[in-house]
């Protein structure tokens, strides 16, 4: 089955500790995206990328990094100088912008929790 | 700025009643306009897509939407709400000239039997 998926689905971490989570897709997609998730305040955009080796800030990269050595991987880190990391995260892929009809394919979500 | 505005926080509808989800739009470009739902802890599914042609378009699960270029407008409807659509919805706009997409803030949708 053609996907994405996100491990953990939860994960718990000290504050100070970095941690990185992780996202596959199968769907022979060329952009992944990172979005974070609070209550009442939508999906903020963390980065994207389009191509191999690139990507882009979104609105709310302050804190976090990102790699994208593989087609198929988009790991996202979150590092201790995120001030308030407890969230939902989400992953997505598409096409690229011109290819079609490029809409979004969400993975399932890492819930994070730092104390 | 591009934005996507979502006035409803929250609805609560009953069984069998209609439903109708607003979503206005601030986009520079053609706007590609779309709807996902989200169950509690859960990643977002596509309910449907508008990129051109026919101005109302239909989604799985029942739902339509109606693009409305002069309001700035795509409503979801749905002629009968089912207990199982009980969930977040969320509107977005994207363009064919770049990647990024904009949600808006999520309507949460309450069933009552």
């Known amino acids: 089955d053609g996907g994405i998926t996100q491990s953990p689905k939860y994960l718990f971490r000290k504050e100070g500790q970095n941690v990185t989570l992780s996202c596959e897709q199968n769907l022979n997609h060329d952009a992944m995206y990172w979005y974070r998730q609070d209550p009442g305040q939508g999906l903020r955009l963390i980065y994207y990328s389009q191509i191999v080796n690139d990507f882009q800030k979104g609105d709310i990269a302050e804190g976090y990094s990102v790699s994208r050595e593989k087609k198929e991987s988009f790991p996202l880190t979150v590092t201790s100088a995120q001030k308030n990391p407890t969230a939902f995260y989400l992953c997505a892929s598409s096409m690229l912008a011109g290819h079609g009809t490029y809409e979004q394919y969400f993975g399932p979500g890492t819930r994070l929790t730092v104390t | 700025a591009q934005s996507v505005t979502q006035p409803d926080i929250h609805i609560t509808v009953s069984e069998g009643a209609s439903l109708e989800l607003r979503c206005n739009y601030s986009y520079g470009a053609t706007p590609y306009l779309f709807w996902y739902v989200q169950s509690p802890g859960q990643g977002l599914q596509l309910l449907l897509k508008?990129?051109?042609?026919?101005?109302l378009v239909q989604g799985i699960k029942g739902f339509e939407a109606e693009f409305k270029r002069s309001q700035s407008s795509f409503n979801l409807r749905k002629p009968s709400v089912h207990w199982s659509d009980a969930a977040e919805y969320f509107c977005?706009?994207?363009?064919?000239?770049?990647?990024?997409?904009?949600f808006g803030t999520g309507t949460s949708l309450t069933v009552i039997p």
């Open positions: 977005a706009v994207g363009s064919n000239t770049g990647n990024q997409f904009y």
């Open positions: 508008y990129f051109s042609g026919d101005t």
